[in-house]
T-cell receptor, first 112, second 113 residues
Framework: TQLLEQSPQFLSIQEGENLTVYCNSS?????LQWYRQEPGEGPVLLVT?????EVKKLKRLTFQFGDARKDSSLHITAAQPGDTGLYLC????????????FGSGTKLNVKP | EADIYQTPRYLVIGTGKKITLECSQT?????MYWYQQDPGMELHLIHY???????EKGDLSSESTVSRIRTEHFPLTLESARPSHTSQYLC????????????FGPGTRLTVT
């Protein structure tokens, strides 16, 4: 069982649609990060959330950290083909500051 | 922009060869990590380091070894490459204060024939 459950695993949508990716756990995190990765490249950090209830916006992307710091969501408004990629969440649990635990990823394909 | 570098970016090598994947960062981070990832799949932690002269095995068993003689350098070595080692290897380093942000290098795509 993974510490961070990420859903959905796959998402194929049309350009202009909205979508939400979820990252859930029963553990509390001191820091949770979202990454986007393109094939053959390393993950690129999009955002870090650290405060319960925090909401951060990055253009058409909205990130939310749950009040209890156990879950997070990524919402994309009016998706574009350039949003296509693998989205990963990673959490640093409060009981272990040494390493991040990753979700299994969401493969997003936005069709023109 | 993250200042973390990996070389080579791509490597095709025959079975039984010894290889070293290089990773360097200029951010002065103490914590560094190696992950293994098959295309489009989840990341698996194989090694990490708290700082100079510190190395730890990760969650996924790996036949590779690592060393940390300098803060900025965290190379990974495979003594005898096998086809099962074919994968993408990602190096990362992390802040030890603030938001603890982790940054990745571009990866090395290894193919063992």
């Amino acid at each position: 069982t993974q510490l961070l459950e990420q859903s959905p695993q796959f998402l194929s949508i049309q350009e202009g649609e909205n979508l939400t990716v979820y990252c859930n756990s029963s553990s509390v995190f001191s820091s949770l990060q979202w990454y986007r990765q393109e094939p053959g490249e390393g993950p690129v950090l999009l955002v870090t959330v650290v405060t319960g209830g925090e909401v951060k916006k990055l253009k058409r992307l909205t990130f939310q950290f749950g009040d209890a710091r156990k879950d997070s969501s990524l919402h994309i408004t009016a998706a574009q083909p350039g949003d296509t990629g693998l989205y990963l969440c990673a959490g640093l649990p409060i009981y272990n500051f040494n390493k991040f635990y990753f979700g299994s990823g969401t493969k997003l394909n936005v069709k023109p | 922009e993250a200042d973390i570098y990996q070389t080579p970016r791509y490597l095709v090598i025959g079975t039984g060869k010894k290889i070293t994947l290089e990773c360097s960062q200029t951010m002065g981070h103490d914590k560094m990590y190696w992950y293994q990832q098959d295309p489009g799949m989840e990341l698996h932690l194989i090694h990490y380091s708290y700082g100079v002269n510190s190395t730890e095995k990760g969650d996924l068993s790996s036949e590779s070894t690592v060393s940390r003689i300098r803060t900025e350098h965290f190379p990974l070595t495979l003594e005898s490459a096998r086809p099962s080692h074919t994968s993408q290897y990602l190096c990362a380093s992390r802040e030890d204060r603030g938001n603890y942000e982790q940054y990745f290098g571009p990866g090395t795509r290894l193919t063992v024939t």
